[in-house]
């Protein structure tokens, strides 16, 4: 591609790249589905951090379908998935020290996340 | 991957440090490569996720010590080698052209 | 992967900023005239006003409050401030209850087009690492005390949605014009480590 020139830049910054794609299947989770993230260790780009997996949660939120962060790193394409917004005790994830009463809230692509029992 | 940079939960890194009145860019190289970065982003069709992983990829001391806008340079660096647009040397004999420059 | 990449140390990042961006102008890549425009939009142009226009109308207008909070990005959208890392704009309320603070503990995800760039404190490894585990401590090094019964929400913003904190309009603004309450919306307030005041 040519050099993006001086007087696009202002219209490319305001238009933006959203990563929102479609996805064909229905979601499989809804609000207030009790939700586990796996426990993956990819070598290769995630966006799932060390401190969530293998952690239970809530789904607070369907966010839509958006392009997969983890392809879309290695050049392996959007492969759209869809995105919830999942909400986690701050005990759950850092043990009684923590407040009971604060939550931490991460969003987390379908292939992050299993139905917890 | 299960790098440096994937830093929740993590103990040991004392206060959070806030600069008073902090400016936008703290140099011109500052400012220099987040246009540049931008700018061959979108003409290469790099997708952030690429320069993230690139950036995640650094060597864990270098990433924690070098200044915010140094992790754009590394991970710019790193994958336009990786697509062939630049090689390595050609990028060392023009800093060293230019550093030849700076010294006149 | 990385030892055969250092057989002497990098030279300085202007050095390497400048020779990348000669190598890139002449195979046609760049122009430097689009460089020198999208340097001047985030340091003149986009900024942390433009949150503060959003909230100081949310403030003003109740229902414009409700559309913000169902739908941020078609709200923000309202008031022009569309774009990069901005597509998707998820806003959250602060009310007596909850306080909400935002974070990328992965790298430094922000909502440019309504708070422009990020600070370096949000983007190094103390903010990133700490802001999760405890948020009570961070916020308090800020000088915000987060009352014990009040609900601490962290929300770290990994994909590609991006937050912003409504914070709570503070006592003693009745009938304020919208750019008199916008002056008392930091860029802290919009990411959750600072609470708008009057001044005494």
């Known amino acids: 591609m040519p050099a993006l020139p001086k007087d696009m830049v202002w219209t490319v910054v305001k238009t933006g790249m959203s990563a929102r794609a479609e996805v064909k299947t229905p979601p499989r989770f809804k609000t207030g589905d009790r939700v586990v993230a796996r426990n993956v260790n990819p070598a290769g780009h995630t966006r799932l951090p060390r401190y969530i997996r293998g952690k239970t949660g809530v789904v607070h939120r369907y966010h839509g379908s958006f392009a997969f962060a983890d392809t879309r790193a290695h050049g392996q394409g959007d492969q759209p998935q869809h995105v919830y917004s999942v909400r986690f005790e701050a005990r759950e994830l850092w043990g009684d020290a923590a407040s009971a009463h604060d939550a931490l809230y991460i969003d987390l692509w379908d292939t992050y996340i299993e139905q917890a029992k | 991957m299960n790098g440096i940079h994937d830093l929740g939960g993590m103990h040991g890194f004392g206060p959070v440090v806030r600069e008073e009145n902090e400016p936008v860019f703290h140099a011109e190289w500052e400012r220099r490569t987040f246009g540049v970065v931008n700018l061959a982003m979108g003409a290469m069709q790099i997708h952030v996720d690429e320069i993230r992983h690139a950036i995640e990829r650094m060597p864990p001391a270098e990433y924690l010590e070098s200044p915010y806008y140094e992790h754009w340079i590394y991970g710019l660096e790193a994958l336009l080698r990786e697509r062939g647009v630049i090689t390595r040397d050609e990028l060392a004999r023009r800093v060293a052209e230019l550093a030849k420059q700076e010294k006149k | ?200």
């Open chain 3, 1 to 200: 992967m990385a030892k055969d990449e250092h057989t002497e140390p990098p030279s300085a990042p202007a050095l390497r900023i400048k020779a990348l961006e000669s190598l890139l102008v002449e195979r046609g890549l760049v122009d430097p005239g689009a460089v020198d425009e999208i340097i001047d939009i985030f340091e003149k142009r986009i900024g942390p006003r433009n949150g503060a226009k959003v909230v100081a109308h949310a403030w003003a207008d109740p229902e414009y409050m409700k559309r913000l909070l169902a739908d941020g990005s078609k709200a923000i959208a309202e008031l022009g401030f569309t774009g990069l890392q901005g597509e998707d704009m998820v806003v959250l309320e602060n009310t007596p209850k909850v306080h909400n603070v935002v974070v990328c503990t992965l790298c430094s995800c922000y909502p440019w087009p309504t708070l422009g760039l990020p600070p370096n404190w949000y983007k190094a490894a103390p903010y990133r690492a700490r802001i999760v585990i405890e948020p009570r401590k961070v916020l308090a090094e800020f000088g915000i005390d987060v009352a014990p019964d009040v609900e601490v929400r962290v929300w770290d913003s990994n994909a590609e949605i991006r937050y912003m904190v409504l914070p709570m309009r503070p006592a003693g603004t009745e009938g304020w014009s919208e750019e008199k309450l916008a002056t008392l919306v930091s860029r802290d307030s919009m990411i959750g480590t600072a609470i708008p005041k009057v001044k005494a």
